[in-house]
């Protein structure tokens, strides 16, 4: 009965750490705290229950792990911010004392609770990824995004045209991928040797979890995948070659290997097609330069665990491609360069060598001929194919969430750990040494000094998270002040009510956080409000060479035009390189000047051959005299040589002269030409409502264009154009602007998760979306003011505000 008990424990306890607490770790303060409470009270009990057992396991990854761990605190003490890397060390150290308690279940006979635990867990990821899926193609709407389904406009689109890129329930697809990809093989491994029903289920469970990892979209997953099966036939061939078997055998092997590499360089070739890839390989190829940089700066003990992304912001190139989002290299190995120096990869190698030398010794040990031998062969061959296309996509990628590395942990310890034959006096006296015994209470003693340090900072960010004044976060600043978060957000409170002190303060701050970018836009804010333009520029420059898209860079160009502080072609090309975030010009800000509409008409100009439709939407709004020429440069093309854009051109044009068949028809063509776009669709939705307001196909295609994804069309307010009754109206309307969205990647990033949401000051806000973007809004307050309701309205207009320069 303990034993049925505790096996119940330990599953709940994988289920929560891995799928709960430690997937959705920085969505709120109370999974933060939950998870740091069920590991350290684990790893506690854990090491307890070493100690009373003989201490740490005999067995050649512990040295390995026990190094691995003292550099670990070591680089984190010297880093660049000891504060929040220590509490970053904090997760590997738990990996690593997991991975010792997982070796001493196994060598006691409990390796099947592991593999037990571990294919629940991959049941539970396959049936939400596949859920997933369903949702994402019929709109069951139970993941974000999946209210509409692909089902539902077969009758324009037969197939999807887009991937599914599911990524529930890990929350990040390339995550999942790397999830169900070792998982499959060692289902199918399992699969091979196991009776009759239970050999269906793995062989159903291998199934769903490819499935899945195929609809994740990732290259990464795919690698894995092919690496490990192809490190499986190999193992194979290996292994034929050793009983002699005979040449026939092998040649249908090496032919088996080579169908599936065949099979993943095609897969990864059409995946890598898109044009989306093209920039993720570019931001690979620059996290990887940047890894190295910052290894060559730091090269003994690296910049701290964890602290990559934050190093990253400063090492990287200005200007160049990059998201603020990640916080790893996207190479396990050159991340753990970049973060605990040569002396970290060095004790990675010796992890792998000891991986290796543990994993041949098992392999030389298996014997077909005794019961259960070629069972227990396969099963290891699957662990360690999973284990091998793990390391494999770890080259493209870095994986640190809970899920995952325990996932790792618990292929190592398949491949490396076996039952120990207690009959052994020399294994029996190791296990009562005593270095071993204090050496698991002296482990414990140190995750309960953590669990203490982990509960006083979580305590303090979940008061934090609900401060609503500077006075309480001064006050929660001193309760944790080595972390710089809390002095950050003193600094930008301050600055907002008018500290005379306030540029002190930013100073300090941007001192300790040199790449808070936000920081520095609010400084140049203060600096510009005194009149010290200067400065201002100086601010503003630093802020742009962090993020280009943060909106320092129009405003350099703005006070540096008003100023005359820079030539006018070098100001043209800062309002340019704005533009180049997918930040179109429809504001007014955009036709103050002579340096920004010159600005606007370079834009537009190179947009023309190939971009008509967004040269028109553009010049619509500040200089529609220029439509005619673009219409007539679109309608002088042959039929054949006509663009998506000269083609949507075409047709909106027509929809001004009346022409509703005609721009159909243009309509119709921009979709087949550029499949992808959701804006042609919701075109196609307007003028289908001109000819006929019922007509089904109406909501067709807006649901294609939802699908699709639309960036200059409304939906909504195509919707609210056709809606039954008022109040639909008003609440398609209400919904019909894009949504405001701060940028928390730079303190989630650096500080281990936290998010704040720091926001620019009113004279440093970015140019508003513009008229065409907002018009809903504007139909929205006068719905509001024809009804009487005039606070209604004054609410929808102090919204607009908000949104408009």
Same mark, same amino acid.
């Given at each position: 009965?303990?034993?049925?008990?505790?096996?119940?424990?330990?599953?709940?306890?994988?289920?929560?750490?891995?799928?709960?607490?430690?997937?959705?770790?920085? #969505?709120?303060?109370?999974?933060?705290?939950?998870?740091?409470?069920?590991?350290?009270?684990?790893?506690?009990?854990? +090491?307890?229950?070493?100690?009373?057992?003989?201490?740490?396991?005999?067995?050649?990854?512990?040295?390995?792990?026990?190094?691995?761990?003292?550099?670990?605190?070591?680089?984190?003490?010297?880093?660049?911010?000891?504060?929040?890397?220590?509490?970053?060390?904090?997760?590997?150290?738990?990996?690593?004392?997991?991975?010792?308690?997982?070796?001493?279940?196994?060598?006691?006979?409990?390796?099947?609770?592991?593999?037990?635990? #571990?294919?629940?867990?991959?049941?539970?990821?396959?049936?939400?990824?596949?859920?997933?899926?369903?949702?994402?193609?019929?709109?069951?709407?139970?993941?974000?995004?999946?209210?509409?389904?692909?089902?539902?406009?077969?009758?324009?689109?037969?197939?999807?045209?887009?991937?599914?890129?599911?990524?529930?329930?890990?929350?990040?697809?390339?995550?999942?991928?790397?999830?169900?990809?070792?998982?499959?093989? $060692? =289902?199918?491994?399992?699969?091979?040797?196991?009776?009759?029903?239970?050999?269906?289920?793995?062989?159903?469970?291998? *199934?769903?979890?490819?499935?899945?990892?195929?609809?994740?979209?990732?290259?990464?997953?795919?690698?894995?995948?092919?690496?490990?099966?192809?490190?499986?036939?190999?193992?194979?061939?290996? %292994?034929?070659?050793?009983? *002699?078997?005979?040449?026939?055998?092998?040649?249908?092997?090496?032919?088996?290997?080579?169908?599936?590499?065949?099979?993943?360089?095609?897969?990864?070739?059409?995946?890598?097609?898109?044009?989306?890839?093209?920039?993720?390989? &570019?931001?690979?190829?620059?996290?990887?330069?940047?890894?190295?940089?910052?290894?060559?700066?730091?090269?003994?003990?690296?910049?701290?665990?964890?602290?990559?992304?934050?190093?990253?912001?400063?090492?990287?190139?200005?200007?160049?491609?990059?998201?603020?989002?990640?916080?790893?290299?996207?190479?396990?190995?050159?991340?753990?360069?970049?973060?605990?120096?040569?002396?970290?990869?060095?004790?990675?190698?010796?992890?792998?060598?000891?991986?290796?030398?543990?994993?041949?010794?098992?392999?030389?040990?298996?014997?077909?001929?005794?019961?259960?031998?070629?069972?227990?062969?396969?099963?290891?061959?699957?662990?360690?194919?999973?284990?091998?296309?793990?390391?494999?996509?770890? +080259?493209?990628?870095?994986?640190?969430?809970?899920?995952?590395?325990?996932?790792?942990?618990?292929?190592?310890?398949?491949?490396?750990?076996?039952?120990?034959?207690?009959?052994?006096?020399? $294994?029996?006296?190791?296990?009562?040494?005593?270095?071993?015994?204090?050496? /698991?209470?002296?482990?414990?003693?140190?995750?309960?000094?953590?669990?203490?340090?982990?509960?006083?900072?979580?305590? @303090?960010?979940?008061?934090?998270?609900?401060?609503?004044?500077?006075?309480?976060?001064?006050?929660?600043?001193?309760?944790?002040?080595?972390?710089?978060?809390?002095?950050?957000?003193?600094?930008?409170?301050?600055? %907002?009510?008018?500290?005379?002190?306030?540029?002190?303060?930013? &100073?300090?701050?941007?001192?300790?956080?040199?790449?808070?970018?936000?920081?520095?836009?609010?400084?140049?804010?203060?600096?510009?409000?005194?009149?010290?333009?200067?400065?201002?520029?100086?601010?503003?420059?630093?802020?742009? @060479?962090?993020?280009?898209?943060?909106?320092?860079?129009?405003?350099?160009?703005?006070?540096?035009?008003?100023?005359?502080?820079?030539?006018?072609?070098?100001?043209?090309?800062?309002?340019?390189?704005?533009?180049?975030?997918?930040?179109?010009?429809?504001?007014?800000?955009?036709?103050?000047?002579?340096?920004? %509409?010159?600005?606007?008409?370079?834009?537009?100009?190179?947009?023309?051959?190939?971009?008509?439709?967004?040269?028109?939407?553009?010049?619509?709004?500040?200089?529609?005299?220029?439509?005619?020429?673009?219409?007539?440069? /679109?309608?002088?093309?042959?039929? =054949?040589?006509?663009?998506?854009?000269?083609?949507?051109?075409?047709?909106?044009?027509?929809? #001004?002269?009346?022409?509703?068949?005609?721009? +159909?028809?243009?309509?119709?063509?921009?979709?087949?030409?550029?499949?992808?776009?959701?804006?042609?669709?919701?075109?196609?939705?307007?003028? %289908?409502?001109?000819?006929?307001?019922?007509?089904?196909?109406?909501?067709?295609?807006?649901?294609?264009?939802?699908?699709? *994804?639309?960036?200059?069309?409304?939906?909504?307010?195509?919707? /609210?154009?056709?809606?039954?009754?008022?109040?639909?109206?008003?609440?398609?309307?209400?919904?019909?602007?894009?949504?405001?969205?701060?940028?928390?990647?730079?303190?989630?990033?650096?500080?281990?998760?936290?998010?704040?949401?720091?926001?620019?000051?009113?004279?440093?806000?970015?140019?508003?979306?513009?008229?065409?973007?907002?018009?809903?809004?504007?139909?929205? @307050?006068?719905?509001?003011?024809?009804?009487?309701? +005039?606070?209604?309205?004054? *609410?929808?207009?102090?919204?607009?505000?908000?949104?408009?320069?």
């Amino acid at each position: 009965m303990m034993r049925r008990l505790t096996r119940i424990a330990f599953i709940l306890l994988a289920f929560m750490v891995a799928l709960i607490t430690g997937t959705y770790y920085t #969505q709120a303060p109370l999974i933060r705290t939950a998870h740091h409470l069920l590991v350290n009270g684990a790893l506690i009990i854990g +090491m307890i229950w070493l100690w009373r057992r003989g201490g740490l396991p005999r067995h050649p990854l512990t040295l390995p792990t026990l190094a691995a761990i003292g550099v670990w605190l070591l680089a984190s003490a010297l880093a660049i911010d000891p504060r929040v890397s220590l509490e970053n060390a904090w997760f590997p150290i738990a990996h690593a004392l997991i991975a010792l308690i997982l070796i001493a279940l196994v060598q006691r006979g409990r390796a099947t609770l592991i593999v037990e635990t #571990q294919f629940m867990l991959a049941v539970v990821v396959a049936l939400f990824g596949l859920v997933h899926l369903g949702s994402w193609y019929f709109g069951w709407g139970i993941a974000p995004s999946t209210d509409v389904g692909w089902a539902e406009v077969t009758a324009l689109a037969p197939l999807p045209i887009i991937a599914p890129q599911v990524y529930m329930p890990l929350g990040v697809s390339t995550w999942l991928a790397a999830y169900t990809a070792p998982l499959a093989l $060692l =289902a199918f491994a399992y699969g091979m040797v196991g009776r009759r029903g239970v050999r269906v289920g793995f062989f159903v469970l291998a *199934g769903m979890l490819t499935i899945v990892l195929l609809a994740t979209g990732s290259r990464g997953g795919l690698i894995a995948l092919a690496v490990g099966a192809v490190a499986w036939v190999g193992l194979q061939i290996a %292994r034929t070659t050793r009983v *002699g078997g005979d040449a026939q055998a092998r040649r249908v092997w090496i032919g088996v290997g080579a169908a599936i590499a065949a099979v993943a360089v095609v897969g990864v070739l059409v995946i890598g097609r898109n044009v989306e890839r093209f920039t993720g390989d &570019a931001l690979r190829l620059n996290l990887w330069r940047g890894a190295i940089a910052i290894g060559a700066d730091r090269p003994i003990l690296g910049v701290g665990v964890g602290m990559f992304g934050r190093a990253y912001r400063e090492a990287r190139e200005p200007y160049g491609v990059h998201d603020n989002r990640l916080g790893t290299a996207h190479n396990a190995y050159l991340n753990t360069f970049a973060e605990t120096g040569l002396i970290g990869l060095g004790v990675m190698l010796l992890g792998g060598a000891a991986i290796v030398i543990a994993g041949w010794r098992r392999w030389r040990a298996f014997d077909d001929s005794q019961p259960g031998g070629r069972a227990a062969r396969l099963r290891w061959m699957g662990a360690a194919a999973a284990l091998i296309g793990f390391g494999a996509q770890s +080259m493209v990628d870095t994986f640190i969430s809970p899920p995952l590395a325990l996932l790792t942990v618990a292929l190592v310890v398949l491949v490396t750990a076996d039952t120990l034959k207690h009959d052994n006096p020399s $294994l029996n006296r190791a296990w009562r040494d005593r270095a071993a015994r204090w050496g /698991a209470m002296a482990l414990a003693g140190g995750v309960g000094a953590a669990a203490i340090g982990l509960w006083a900072s979580d305590s @303090a960010y979940a008061d934090f998270r609900e401060a609503g004044s500077l006075a309480e976060v001064e006050a929660i600043a001193a309760r944790d002040p080595q972390l710089d978060l809390y002095t950050l957000q003193i600094a930008d409170l301050r600055g %907002r009510a008018g500290d005379p002190d306030a540029d002190t303060r930013y &100073a300090d701050a941007l001192e300790r956080a040199p790449t808070w970018d936000m920081g520095w836009i609010n400084r140049a804010a203060l600096a510009e409000a005194r009149g010290d333009d200067a400065s201002a520029l100086d601010y503003l420059d630093r802020a742009r @060479a962090i993020d280009r898209f943060n909106g320092a860079t129009v405003h350099w160009a703005r006070i540096a035009e008003s100023t005359v502080t820079a030539d006018d072609q070098t100001i043209i090309a800062a309002y340019f390189l704005y533009f180049d975030g997918a930040n179109l010009p429809f504001s007014t800000f955009w036709w103050e000047t002579p340096l920004r %509409r010159a600005a606007v008409e370079a834009l537009t100009d190179g947009w023309l051959p190939a971009n008509a439709d967004l040269a028109y939407r553009v010049l619509r709004v500040h200089d529609p005299d220029r439509l005619n020429q673009i219409v007539g440069m /679109a309608t002088a093309k042959p039929e =054949a040589a006509r663009s998506a854009g000269d083609w949507w051109v075409i047709g909106e044009d027509s929809m #001004q002269t009346g022409d509703i068949p005609g721009a +159909m028809i243009a309509f119709t063509e921009a979709m087949r030409l550029d499949r992808r776009n959701g804006d042609y669709a919701a075109a196609r939705a307007r003028a %289908r409502i001109v000819t006929d307001p019922t007509d089904p196909l109406i909501e067709v295609d807006l649901k294609l264009a939802e699908l699709l *994804g639309t960036r200059y069309e409304s939906v909504n307010a195509i919707r /609210a154009s056709i809606a039954p009754d008022e109040e639909s109206r008003r609440r398609l309307l209400a919904n019909a602007v894009p949504p405001l969205v701060i940028d928390q990647n730079f303190e989630g990033v650096s500080y281990g998760g936290r998010v704040v949401g720091f926001t620019p000051f009113e004279s440093m806000r970015e140019p508003g979306l513009g008229a065409p973007l907002l018009q809903p809004w504007v139909d929205l @307050a006068a719905s509001y003011e024809s009804a009487g309701d +005039m606070e209604a309205a004054a *609410g929808v207009r102090r919204a607009i505000a908000g949104r408009v320069r």
